[in-house]
């Protein structure tokens, strides 16, 4: 009994080192290369065979979402210290420059950002938890009269996602020109500048729906974990 119970043991610890080796490579392979990356590159980089990795991560997405759940904190960490940052705008601009750096160095954060709407999959509450934050960077902002009252979150999130295309046509030419296009934006978001919008903002099924078309448009149809 002992010899089975030490067996057993020894396989467990095989696969725990087989889950975080896949993990692992699937992160770096992943950033370089995005989500739609070879799954057996991931393997291979992780010195093990496809077939491994199939048993540890039934599909892509799978296997995407575990990478994500170990970078989320470093969006966590950054919302926090906007939310921490006593000027509601120096709060934002910090928030916006520290997140899209994040997305311009790792193709998976950029991807899963855009792939995945907010709310859906089981990160939806640490998802949750970043949009109250996000919300009272924004509210502090509006009041101290620093931003334009107009501006909302489903804005934010509507400029965020113009980032993508620009961040993946630049990356090899001038990796830091989403820089002058976020001064750009950030200029039409001060209060003192701001004429009146004849538009109103999204609501949140506008906004789900636009996330919903924007994933078939970049991605195809393919089913995510969004859809469990």
Do not use: C
Not at 38 to 43: G, K, R, V
Not at 69 to 81: H, S
Not at 181 to 209: F, K, M, N
């Amino acid at each position: 009994m002992t010899g089975i119970t030490g067996e057993q043991a020894g396989q467990r610890r095989d696969a725990r080192r087989n889950h975080e080796l896949l993990v692992a490579a699937a992160q770096e392979v992943f950033a370089e290369q995005g989500v739609d990356a070879s799954l057996e590159e991931i393997a291979r980089r992780a010195g093990l065979g496809i077939g491994t990795l199939y048993r540890h991560f039934a599909t892509r997405d799978a296997l995407v979402e575990a990478v994500f759940e170990r970078r989320i904190g470093d969006f966590v960490a950054v919302a926090q210290a906007a939310a921490a940052e006593p000027d509601g705008w120096l709060a934002l601009v910090a928030f916006l420059e520290r997140t899209l750096e994040l997305q311009a160095a790792d193709r998976l954060l950029k991807d899963v950002l855009m792939r995945y709407p907010p709310g859906a999959g089981r990160l939806a509450d640490v998802r949750q938890e970043m949009r109250r934050l996000f919300e009272d960077v924004l509210e502090r902002a509006r009041a101290q009269g620093r931003l334009r009252s107009d501006f909302t979150l489903a804005d934010l999130s509507l400029l965020s996602w113009s980032f993508a295309p620009l961040i993946d046509a630049t990356a090899e030419v001038a990796p830091n020109a989403w820089r002058r296009h976020l001064q750009w934006l950030l200029d039409g978001l001060r209060a003192e500048s701001a004429t009146p919008q004849v538009e109103p903002p999204l609501d949140e099924e506008q906004l789900y729906e636009a996330m919903q078309a924007l994933r078939r448009q970049r991605f195809g149809s393919r089913r995510t974990p969004v859809d469990d």
